[in-house]
């Protein structure tokens, strides 16, 4: 699929490729949530109009329903985006403890689930640091080697995994420091 969409433009795919990943990849943990509240604001906004014309023929609902539906998905999905941290922690530690130790009784589990879901909240920001830096990596080494490409010199496949490991490294070191006591 990447190789499709660079011949769409041999030069400004992987110039972006190259700039979204390298930002994806220093500053993903910050850009990520911020991404998927925005998306969720403009689908609410985007959608809000034609939902809102199957129930009502109001025209102040018209005009200013999809405003309210775009909040409100930004609002729920900010929500939904911290609880599922939780609850990923949740069932990794109800379903981790229930197999290794499947005599112990249901509070015990559930005690430990619990701590294992507020661990993996608290941890949220370093799990997006080393994804969002190893995405960034792949997609700044795509653009990178297909950039190198078209002036004709060949990276390879040993090239790209270097370019790979380099960003993701300091992407991950970077976004660490820079999040450095926030939650």
Do not use: C
């Not at 769409?8 to 994806?24: S, T």
């Not at 998927?36 to 604001?41: G, Q």
């Not at 080697?145 to 270097?162: E, Q």
């Amino acid at each position: 699929m990447i190789g499709e969409l660079i011949m769409y433009d041999p030069l400004a795919v992987p110039a972006f490729f190259l700039a979204a990943g390298i930002a994806l990849a220093f500053f993903g943990s910050r850009i990520v949530p911020f991404a998927l509240v925005l998306s969720a604001f403009i689908a609410g906004i985007m959608h809000g109009g034609p939902f809102l014309l199957q129930l009502t023929d109001n025209p102040d609902i018209l005009r200013f329903g999809p405003a309210v539906l775009g909040i409100l998905f930004a609002v729920l999905v900010s929500f939904l985006y911290r609880i599922a941290f939780f609850l990923a922690g949740f069932f990794i530690g109800y379903f981790t403890i229930s197999a290794l130790f499947p005599e112990l009784s249901m509070f015990p589990v559930l005690l430990i689930a619990i701590v294992a879901g507020a661990l993996v909240y608290v941890s949220r920001n370093f799990v997006f640091s080393v994804l969002t830096s190893v995405m960034g990596a792949g997609l700044a080494a795509a653009g990178a080697v297909s950039l190198v490409a078209w002036i004709n010199v060949s990276v390879g496949v040993f090239g790209y995994w270097v370019i790979v490991v380099i960003i993701t490294v300091s992407g991950v070191i970077y976004q660490l420091k820079r999040n450095k006591g926030r939650k």
